[in-house]
């Protein structure tokens, strides 16, 4: 038996509808575990709510504003550490080479320049591998194996787009 909705009903103070009252009450009857539930919960609602002691509500809201303070000093000061290890670190590292650049700037330029390069040569190079590879590929593969592959990758496109807006969607309640 499905016991879902009266478990539900039962816990979720809604005001029910006659044929629904009229089936909890049925189930009540025959099911001891729920009858324990209603039973529970009707002692809860029915008990004696007390009032808290004289002034309990300012030592409360008092206490509840120093520990909100404290973390937010305890916050500012971690913050703090972060940013001046992370600065430290920083300059610790960069400290040499900023020295280096310092004494000898025209050998520095001539580094930067000839790393353009490098990476400018290697991006020519590169090109035109791509380039012979794109001519020798189609004679090497079948076009029941480029649609395959073309399958593949639509497919995994499909799925990173799907898993991004589940992973973006902001959550819709309980």
Same mark, same amino acid.
């Given at each position: 038996?499905?016991?879902?909705?009266?478990?539900?009903?039962?816990?979720?103070?809604?005001?029910?509808?006659?044929?629904?009252?009229?089936?909890?009450?049925?189930?009540?009857?025959?099911?001891?575990?729920?009858?324990?539930?209603?039973?529970? =919960?009707?002692?809860?609602?029915?008990?004696?709510?007390?009032?808290?002691?004289?002034?309990?509500?300012?030592?409360?809201?008092?206490?509840?504003?120093?520990?909100?303070?404290?973390?937010?000093?305890?916050?500012?000061?971690?913050?703090?550490?972060?940013?001046?290890? %992370?600065?430290?670190?920083?300059?610790?590292?960069?400290? @040499?080479?900023?020295?280096?650049?310092?004494?000898?700037?025209?050998?520095?330029?001539?580094?930067?320049?000839?790393?353009?390069?490098?990476?400018?040569?290697?991006?020519?190079?590169? =090109?035109?591998?791509?380039?012979?590879?794109?001519?020798?590929?189609? =004679?090497?593969?079948?076009?029941? %194996?480029?649609?395959?592959?073309?399958?593949?990758?639509?497919?995994? %496109?499909?799925?990173?787009?799907?898993?991004?807006?589940?992973?973006?969607? @902001? @959550?819709?309640?309980?």
């Amino acid at each position: 038996m499905n016991h879902r909705p009266f478990e539900d009903w039962l816990l979720d103070d809604q005001p029910l509808t006659p044929e629904q009252n009229r089936d909890l009450q049925t189930h009540l009857r025959t099911c001891t575990t729920y009858a324990a539930i209603a039973e529970s =919960n009707l002692a809860l609602h029915s008990a004696r709510k007390v009032t808290p002691a004289a002034g309990f509500i300012d030592r409360f809201q008092l206490r509840l504003a120093e520990q909100r303070k404290a973390a937010r000093v305890r916050q500012t000061i971690g913050t703090l550490i972060f940013v001046i290890g %992370g600065l430290g670190l920083l300059v610790w590292l960069a400290g @040499p080479i900023v020295q280096e650049a310092l004494r000898s700037p025209a050998e520095w330029i001539t580094t930067a320049v000839s790393y353009f390069l490098f990476v400018l040569t290697s991006i020519q190079a590169l =090109n035109e591998v791509a380039l012979v590879l794109l001519h020798i590929m189609p =004679n090497l593969v079948s076009p029941l %194996g480029w649609l395959m592959v073309i399958s593949v990758l639509g497919g995994l %496109g499909l799925m990173w787009i799907v898993s991004i807006a589940r992973w973006t969607r @902001p @959550p819709q309640g309980v």
